[in-house]
């Protein structure tokens, strides 16, 4: 509206002005001596001033006309060619759109064509650069997309994507050493990358380096959460205490502390707190600590810190602490269970079975044990403890320390994956639902790994290592439905679409077994069948 406004008001001044001079009629007489010795009679002109305006005005416009059309010819070859470029990289962008959404489709024969047209038109460009690496990883061809990452690595532009295509294809190949190597480049050519500060995060905590990871951790820190990082920062200081907890007990216990601090309610920190606390006479800070973490989430760890608190006790005074234990979680397993362990060593064995007796009906293993060991203790009865042995073969299985598929006896800061805090106190497959099968038998159990303990900071670096089934999975009898077991991931890989035997392709692992003689059935199950 005020533009409306304003060129009114201009188009009414020119008109004033016009009809100004229009009413005021004047003359304008030009002089021109050298026209009147050539020419006599013509040296002078007299012209209204009116008209004068107007042929200056045509003079002007005639004037811009000439020199439009002189500026055109002169310019037309720097047009025909910023035209030309601008159509071919209209093109360009449209073959590396096209490109993209065929390989988002899986179209690997127009991604390929697209492909090809984008490295004609506009080879240096980023995007065509991206869509041959992503062309080629679509083909399976992994050299070419590990050569064209490695082109855009070697370019300040494209620096950070190649490293992380780079970083990728590494993983992908099982190249640890490598995809550490790009993953540290990439920290530190530009620290806000987060893939890149997990990823060297995850390969210093797989190889021990708790210093190095808590110094990085500590670079990260603006970027994190507060709690995550609060909470991270209490693991890796867990894991650096238990490192050294043998060779340097003063800084095991300040890292300890430290970790408590932060994260009171962690599990190991708590249980190696409330150890080295006790140890130098600081009992009752011990208790405040380990209690604390009990009443967040019970652990048989917390339990047996505080039953051997104090050094010589006797058995009652043992057991007197794991009464006002269970109480403050009342209801809870643990508390039950140890419970009934200080009662056993005590020789209360009223108060053991009953600590127990909610749990008898569908008992644990760790109950049923539990139960054997009282009724060789109390009666001498090798027939009933025998008989609560053969239940805990088939017994539900106990919480233990659990992280992608992996089981593990002691608490570990990494997941063998490298998670940092990956490891959960639950009950291994919990949650997950179990699909009904087509064979008349369910497959034998898988054996179990579990994950060596961390070892001291300077020592060689850990490694994930394999060992015998534990004693929970050897102990079931095969072919149970309720038999669990873990599924074992090799190293952390992209994630993928999973490929999975049909229900009826037993697949070369069951071709074996049943080319194998079947074993003949005996006792109650030949009879029952």
């Known amino acids: 509206m005020i533009r409306i406004i304003l060129f009114l008001v201009v188009v009414g001044a020119l008109a004033l002005g016009i009809a100004w001079f229009a009413d005021r009629p004047g003359d304008v007489i030009v002089t021109w001596p050298w026209l009147e010795q050539v020419w006599p009679g013509h040296g002078r002109n007299e012209i209204s001033l009116l008209v004068l305006g107007a042929a200056i005005l045509v003079a002007m416009a005639a004037l811009a006309l000439l020199w439009s059309i002189i500026r055109a010819i002169v310019r037309s070859p720097l047009m025909l060619k910023r035209r030309l470029h601008r159509r071919r990289g209209e093109r360009a962008y449209e073959a590396i759109s096209r490109g993209l959404l065929a390989i988002g489709s899986g179209d690997l024969a127009a991604a390929r064509k697209h492909t090809a047209d984008a490295k004609r038109l506009a080879p240096a460009e980023p995007l065509s650069l991206l869509l041959s690496a992503q062309a080629a990883q679509l083909g399976g061809d992994r050299g070419a997309a590990d050569s064209v990452f490695r082109d855009m690595a070697n370019r300040a532009d494209t620096k950070a994507l190649g490293l992380r295509g780079l970083f990728i294809e590494a ?45 990085l951790l500590e670079a990260q820190k603006p970027a994190l959460d507060k709690e995550a990082y609060r909470r991270q920062r209490a693991v890796l200081l867990t894991a650096r205490a238990l490192a050294i907890e043998d060779t340097d007990r003063d800084n095991a216990k300040a890292y300890a502390l430290e970790a408590v601090k932060l994260a009171p309610t962690l599990v190991p920190a708590a249980a190696l707190a409330g150890r080295v606390l006790a140890e130098s006479g600081q009992l009752r800070k011990a208790a405040r600590v380990v209690n604390k973490a009990w009443a967040a989430q019970p652990h048989p760890e917390l339990a047996e810190v505080l039953a051997n608190l104090r050094f010589g006790d006797a058995a009652r005074d043992r057991l007197k602490r794991m009464e006002a234990l269970a109480k403050k979680v009342p209801g809870h397993i643990e508390g039950a269970l140890a419970t009934a362990r200080a009662a056993l060593d005590a020789r209360e064995f009223a108060k053991a079975r009953a600590a127990l007796e909610s749990y008898l009906a569908a008992p644990t293993r760790r109950v049923a044990l539990l139960m054997a060991e009282l009724e060789r203790a109390e009666h001498n009865d090798e027939g009933r403890a025998r008989e609560w042995i053969a239940r805990a073969l088939n017994a539900a299985a106990d919480p233990t320390w659990t992280a992608e598929g992996h089981t593990s006896d002691r608490w570990l800061p990494v997941s063998p994956g490298g998670r940092i805090d990956g490891f959960e106190w639950r009950v291994p497959l919990k949650g997950i639902v179990r699909a009904p099968t087509i064979e008349a038998e369910p497959p034998r159990a898988a054996p179990v790994e579990s994950i060596a303990p961390p070892k001291p900071e300077g020592a060689e670096p850990p490694a994930v290592a394999e060992v015998l089934p534990s004693p929970r999975a050897s102990e079931e009898p095969q072919g149970k439905p309720e038999s669990r077991t873990e599924s074992i991931a090799a190293a952390k890989a992209e994630p993928v679409i999973p490929l999975v035997h049909a229900p009826d392709d037993p697949g070369p692992e069951a071709v074996e077994e049943s080319e194998a003689p079947a074993e003949p059935e005996r006792g109650w199950r030949k009879i029952f069948g």
């Open 171 to 215: 993983q992908r190949r099982g190249d640890h050493s490598g995809a550490h190597a790009f993953a540290e480049e990439a920290a530190r050519d530009n620290p806000s990358l987060g893939w890149a500060g997990k990823a060297v995060l995850e390969f210093r905590c797989l190889t021990g380096d708790w210093a190095g990871a808590l110094a």
